[in-house]
């Protein structure tokens, strides 16, 4: 392993500049516009997979965006891992608040990562997580230290619900057989106190449209007798939560799995400081759910939250307008015995249910998933855990995430085994947000670490 990390220690410069031509690409799934450089990044990863070694590197059609599929099959004696990432991204608006535009990397040094962060859309969630694993199998490969047969699946629309990997992993469910899945899409609690995430929230995301007049109207001759649909709106979503911000939709709690006291003690015992928690967002206070602290609000207890909303005039200047639609997406996040298509059934029910006279409702279901949870027990995880307590000197703490990547419970179901969330990212390198961004420490670290995982589960499944 000394030779494999001397191997890293020489090339990591390089595999910085790397990286940063790979954010260079404007791979935003969620917007046709950007289909052309979606496709252009699934030929980037399968060129940098190639050049770092696989011996099979293939981009496969989707109904949607292309999948990345490679492998380097050494010794069938040994266990086979199956990695999984994504290379598409999330839109980059509002363009006006990011520091530095979001497709051209900067390095620019932070309170929190002061040897330097990489700012740039994508650059933790998930090309620079997804590029670690890459660039890790080339130093293996390298120093003909490859432990372990490995199967590479880069996917391009994680960010839009992975409709096509679940028909994909099915069809092809041979050729991707495995012995357990590793990714790096999830983060650690903090720089010197390294984690492994062990479960994660599932998902129902929704829109909602209110409709009222067949026509937007003048609000000086129809404003007071005439239903507004925004107005509405808000009060619907509002009644969705009680004065203990439970979610007030009926049966919604019914398949809720309650933690143990101990579990929520042991969660809690997780390094967290509530002031620089608001600090960091600029906030005065915080809210949740009563009876829970903020760590169990964000990983034990399921959620409901407005995500966006629009209707009516938002352009430039005045226009006295009551508008004839409004709407809103919705993200539910859920906890274990939660099922996302029983929980977007329940909401549509109780959103037309709710809805006044004056006007028709309509929600229109987009993608969800179920949650996940990760025993501690197994090879899989010890792996995990020695290789991290090596890198980082101290036992990283097992933590549930409040995210949701809803192909872990696929990839259970399809082929059998579990996955390994070994993530190396921070909460608060703002994913899906204005500058998002990824220490240059952290990016490191997991190159190094990926390494010691396939060496302790080789190991171990040896032993």
Sequence with gaps: MEAV????????DRFLSEL?????IPSVSADP??????????EFVKNSLEAAGVDTAEIHETAGHPIVYGEKMINESYPTVLVYGHYDVQPPDPLDLWDSPPFEPVIKKTGIHPEGAIFARGACDDKGQMFMHVKAFEAMVAQENLLCNIKFLIEGEEEI???NLGIYCKANADKLSCDMVLLSDTSVIANDVPSITVGLRGLSYV?????GPNRDLHSGVYGGAVGNPINILCDMISSMKNEKLEITIPGFYDDVVIVSESERAEMNAAPFNLDDYKNDLKIEDIVGEEGYTTLERTSIRPTLEVNGMWGGYIGEG???VLPSKAYAKISMRL???QDPDVITEMFTKHFESIAPPGVTVKVTPHHGGHPAVTPTDTIEYKAAHMAMEKTYGKQPIPQRSGG?????AMFEEVFGVKSVMLGFGLDSDDIHSPNEHYGLFNYYKGIETIPYFFYYYNELKQS
């Design 335 to 337: 906890v274990p015995n």
């Design 20 to 24: 940063m031509e790979l954010l260079k």
């Design 404 to 408: 949701s990547i809803p192909i872990v």
């Design 318 to 320: 005045a226009k006295t």
């Design 33 to 42: 516009a950007f289909a052309g450089d979606v496709r252009k990044t699934a």
């Design 5 to 12: 990390q001397n191997y890293i220690a020489e090339h990591k």
């Design 161 to 163: 619900g992975s409709d």
């Design 207 to 211: 829109e909602v449209e209110v409709t």
